[in-house]
């Protein structure tokens, strides 16, 4: 008989425990098909499983961003993580009248990464050989090494005409690949066109960048031709 309340008690915490895990795996299942946006707010009022959640979402692409412009694989891991303390101390910025999620989560990566761009080149890091070897692969011109805004990419004068030069394809591939963070493959995925024709877009796009932004400088022009 003292055995009794025992047993009630042990079934008692099994059954508790199946509901906790219960509660535990619906709200997962609720947090993987959650927006962006419905994370982002959750965040604000302290959940750190959206924030997980929202980690796993953007980890990889955040992680790419960071690359493309530090072109360090530890200084971009580095990064994402300050990104997503960031989100967790200021998501309460964000507003969703201008931008989605997506974008302002690319966009912020974007900054802050291009901040540390500055720093680590005020600190001679990107004087290693290495770094200076490499220099050729970076993706278009920009007017100043530390700088890959937009006005940098496309160039800070006659903006317009040059973006008004590419074809609405180019321009379009242009804008998911540099400012919204896709791959090639994923840009291929969201035209709806082949990743053979995506890859023509980008590098025809980038030709007539250089050539449009260099077109002053009868000697820079050429190297960009060859």
């Known amino acids: 008989m003292s055995s009794l309340p025992t047993a009630r008690l042990a079934l008692l915490r099994k059954r508790e425990e199946a509901r906790a895990g219960a509660i535990a795996a619906a709200k997962e299942i609720a947090q993987t098909d959650a927006s962006d946006e419905s994370l982002l707010s959750q965040i604000s009022i302290g959940d750190r499983e959206a924030l997980s959640a929202l980690f796993e979402r953007y ?131 969201k035209l709806g066109q082949p990743l053979g024709n995506v890859r023509h877009h980008y590098y025809r796009a980038l030709d007539r960048l250089r050539k449009e932004m260099f077109a002053n400088d009868r000697q820079i022009a050429e190297r960009c031709v060859k």
Request: glycine share 4%; net charge neutral; charged share 30%.
């Open 59 to 189: 980890a990889r692409l955040t992680r790419t961003v960071a690359l493309r412009i530090l072109r360090d694989a530890s200084e971009a891991e580095d990064l994402v993580q300050d990104v997503f303390l960031f989100i967790q101390r200021k998501c309460g910025i964000f507003d969703s009248s201008k931008s989605t999620a997506r974008s302002w989560i690319v966009q912020m990566t974007y900054h802050r990464a291009l901040d540390r761009r500055r720093y680590l080149k005020t600190r001679e890091f990107y004087a290693q050989p290495y770094f200076q070897a490499d220099s050729a692969q970076v993706v278009g011109k920009p007017t100043t090494e530390s700088d890959y805004s937009a006005e940098a990419v496309f160039g800070r004068n006659g903006l317009e005409k040059i973006v008004n030069s590419l074809s609405a394809d180019q321009r379009e591939t242009l804008r998911l690949y540099f400012f919204d963070g896709y791959s090639l493959a994923e840009v291929s995925e």
